[in-house]
């Protein structure tokens, strides 16, 4: 059994790229950081910042590059993809999550993750979660316009 499976929250590092594929499928890339915060052994705290690049095809692509910008949160549900090209003689390689589903952050009215959003009255429904609709062609990643 394989599973290739990311799921990351975080920040914007930058503003979303929108793009068009030459089949004129949407693709939007853009950047997230993930911060982590630990106490050493002798207690110090610690944190680490990583640096990851996301790719998103489709609606959501267009809903990524209208709504989203540097420095608001998401959270980010794909696979890791490796791809490589030769520039200037040197072999060069972009490892990056390609989204399956995308959730935008906390609004300003403090709105988080919650998959329940809360009617009146403190109830809450189940809410159906967007999926990307993949193009019925094969997506040769050279032809990925960044």
């Known amino acids: 059994m394989y599973l290739n499976k990311a799921i990351i929250i975080g920040n914007l590092t930058r503003d979303p790229e929108l793009k ?3 089949s004129g499928i949407k693709v939007t890339s853009f950047g997230v950081a993930t911060n982590s915060v630990w106490k050493d052994k002798d207690g ?12 998103v095809f489709g609606r959501q692509a267009e809903n990524v ?7 608001n949160s998401i959270l980010v549900e794909g696979r890791m993809q490796t791809r490589g090209w030769e520039q200037d003689g040197v072999k060069k390689y972009r490892t ?15 709105a988080g ?6 009617e009146e009255g403190g109830a809450s429904k189940s809410e159906e979660l967007d999926t990307i ?4 062609e094969n997506i040769n990643p050279e032809e990925i316009p960044f």
Do not use: C, R, W
């Not at 609709?133 to 019925?136: A, N, S």
């Open 44 to 55: 110090n705290k610690k944190e680490d910042t990583q640096f990851h690049n996301i790719v």
């Open 113 to 118: 993750f919650s998959s329940k959003p809360k």
């Open 20 to 22: 068009s594929l030459p």
């Open 96 to 110: 990056e999550i390609i989204a399956d589903k995308i959730q935008f952050g906390p609004k300003s009215d403090g």
């Open 65 to 71: 590059a209208q709504y989203m910008k540097k420095g």
């Open 133 to 136: 609709e993949y193009p019925e």
